[in-house]
């Protein structure tokens, strides 16, 4: 489904991603741990074409991603770590323009912006200007965004924050049962209690490179005397 193979990617002189290799089969739901400029945020802007690799390849359904963008942009939603809508588009209109530029008939786009508006709860505010949003009117709707076209693979930088409760309550749900169905997640969060929550794997990056890639109970099995939470792995992890 998705392999990065001997990837890198430099900035000037700083390696920001270090010879990364990494497989995600269908139905995983993978959360990529690591402090802030471990590389997380460009491992996933290569992932979906923001950004070219310095060296190696990544590929989506064997489409490598430098070679064929608007095949793998099909195949994935993405959900950045900053939602930004147009402030003078209502989230309606901007639902249609993401619709639009996916190729979805006009059905097929009412049909969509009306699954995820209910989906996402976003019926009461979604024919106001996005001005008038807030940060979890906002998430909502690139959320819904993302799905407009039931890709195969969702991507999701920082998901949580800035949420309340019960919008936190309506993602994780939402990224617990797109696998279910056989989709596959790639969730960047430092919100470790979450990744534990509902992960099926952890991949932990630190100063570029990846330094554990497996479940939680392989981390406790290598870090023993750590605790037991994900949190306690972590931060023992980072320390070494």
């Known amino acids: 489904m998705i392999h990065f193979q001997h990837v890198s990617r430099n900035y000037g ?9 990494l497989s995600i089969a269908d139905g995983e739901l993978v959360a990529l741990l690591g402090h802030n400029g471990a590389g997380k945020s460009t491992t996933i802007k290569m992932l979906v074409g923001l950004l070219r690799p310095s060296a190696g390849t990544v590929s989506v359904c064997n ?3 430098t070679e064929h963008p608007r095949e793998v942009s099909r195949l994935i939603g993405y959900v950045p770590d ?3 809508l147009y402030d003078k588009l209502s989230g309606r ?8 530029m996916y190729g979805l008939s006009s059905t097929e786009s009412q049909e969509a912006i009306e699954r ?9 505010f979604l024919d106001q200007l996005a001005e008038s949003y807030s940060h979890g009117m906002r998430q909502r709707t690139v959320f819904a ?3 407009i ?3 195969q693979i969702l991507v999701v930088d920082e998901p949580m924050v800035g949420l309340d409760p019960h919008s936190i309550r309506l993602a994780k749900d939402l990224l617990s049962d797109y696998t279910r169905i056989g989709k596959t997640v790639l969730m960047s969060t430092h919100t470790l209690s979450i990744a534990e929550e509902i992960s099926d794997r952890v991949c932990v990056m630190k100063l570029g490179e990846l330094v554990f890639d497996g479940k939680v109970d392989q981390l406790r ?6 605790g037991e939470s994900l949190e306690s792995l972590y931060l023992a992890l980072m320390e070494d």
């Open 116 to 124: 995820e508006s209910q989906r996402f709860e976003l019926t009461g």
């Open 82 to 84: 900053q939602p930004y």
């Open 145 to 147: 965004a993302a799905l």
């Open 93 to 100: 209109e901007f639902l249609e323009f993401v619709a639009d």
């Open 63 to 65: 489409h490598i991603v």
């Open 13 to 21: 002189n700083r390696v920001a991603v270090r010879d990364l290799d």
């Open 221 to 226: 099995k290598e870090i023993s005397g750590a």
């Open 149 to 151: 076209h039931l890709p």
